[in-house]
Nanobody, 116 residues
Framework: QLQASGGGLVQPGGSLRLSCAASGSIFNINVMGWYRQSPGKQRELVAAITSGGSPSYAGSVKGRFSISRDNAKNTVYLQMNSLKPEDTVVYYC????????????WGQGTLVTVSS
């Protein structure tokens, strides 16, 4: 019910924009975010944004990545600039609904590869 897109191959220093759209059946998404997961490691938060537009970032991406959302379209974006090889990983989007019934929604992963 969350559809992520925008991954691909980019050279170091390049940019990519990820998008994640929630289906129309999902309402009241309080927080939308992006996570990433390397093989054998736990999924980690990259960036998140509240319905009011307040963003938060992991230290490793602060100043390089920017998260935004369009509440009317139920879509969250992740603009990734100055990409590094260590950003190569699968990215997942997440939507957190807190009411009336708390529920977390995950999108399918999208692979970002930073390589020359």
């Amino acid at each position: 019910q969350l559809q992520a897109s925008g991954g691909g191959l980019v050279q170091p220093g390049g940019s990519l924009r990820l998008s994640c759209a929630a289906s129309g059946s999902i309402f009241n998404i309080n927080v939308m975010g992006w996570y990433r997961q390397s093989p054998g490691k736990q999924r980690e938060l990259v960036a998140a944004i509240t319905s009011g537009g307040s963003p938060s970032y992991a230290g490793s991406v602060k100043g390089r990545f920017s998260i935004s959302r369009d509440n009317a379209k139920n879509t969250v974006y992740l603009q990734m600039n100055s990409l590094k090889p260590e950003d190569t990983v699968v990215y997942y989007c997440k939507g957190i609904v807190t009411s009336p019934v708390p529920h977390d929604y995950w999108g399918q992963g999208t692979l970002v590869t930073v390589s020359s």
